[in-house]
């Protein structure tokens, strides 16, 4: 069983707000993810990190930001947020391995 | 372009009968693969996994037949139950990618009772 935990689980904001979703895991895993999906459609990474102050962008361009300050917390930020941000973001975690284990979600709505 | 297909967008299933997903691939240099199993409103669940050098692995009610020579793996669920209902994501690890995971689009599973 993973404890990895995202908050919150939903939120509806308003056009050009700014937003954290949060991501924290217990686990010590050096490797953490956020995949964002769309109703229906496939999952696809947008950012990854593989330590400590290590931030990378995935397959899928965002507008989004992350930083990795400390081990077990990886926050996801949008400065400014719009309808087209409107999705499921989901936050992983791994260690050395193959195994990725994925937070329950944050299902964001831009209004 | 899409490396990991699962061309069934959904598959019906009486319960107690087998359930068989399908995920095709392209990348031959695709080295682990996985399936996951997502519930509405929730995170994806890890089920099974199979390494490139294997054709096969079981995890109870879950096997996954690997066809590499077709670039082509399976999921087995025997019997299907009703709480199987869900989405299944097939995904796939390239050699040295670091746990990067690429998607299919999932196949919704729906175990009748």
């Known amino acids: 069983e993973a404890d990895i935990y995202q908050t919150p689980r939903y939120l509806v904001i308003g056009t050009g707000k700014k937003i954290t979703l949060e991501c924290s895991q217990t686990m010590g895993h050096d490797k953490m993810y956020w995949y964002q999906q769309d109703p229906g459609m496939e999952l696809h990474l947008i950012h990854y990190s593989y330590g400590v102050n290590s931030t990378e962008k995935g397959d899928l361009s965002s507008e989004s930001t992350v930083s990795r300050i400390r081990t077990e917390h990886f926050p996801l930020t949008l400065e400014s947020a719009r309808p087209s941000h409107t999705s499921q973001y989901l936050c992983a975690s791994s260690l050395t391995g193959n195994t990725i284990y994925f937070g329950e979600g944050s299902w964001l709505t831009v209004v | 372009d899409q490396q990991v297909k699962q061309n069934s967008p959904s598959l019906s299933v009486q319960e107690g009968r087998i359930s068989i997903l399908n995920c095709d691939y392209t990348?031959?240099?695709?080295?682990?693969f996985l399936w996951y199993k997502k519930y509405p409103a929730e995170g994806p669940t890890f089920l099974i996994s199979i390494s490139s050098i294997k054709d096969k692995n079981e995890d109870g009610r879950f096997t996954v037949f690997l066809n590499k020579s077709a670039k082509h793996l399976s999921l087995h669920i025997v019997p299907s139950q009703p709480g199987d209902s869900a989405v299944y994501f097939c995904?796939?690890?390239?050699?040295?990618?670091?746990?990067?995971?690429?998607f299919g689009g999932g196949t919704r599973l729906m175990v009748k009772p």
């Open positions: 995904a796939a690890i390239p050699t040295n990618a670091g746990n990067m995971l690429t």
């Open positions: 990348n031959s240099m695709f080295d682990y």
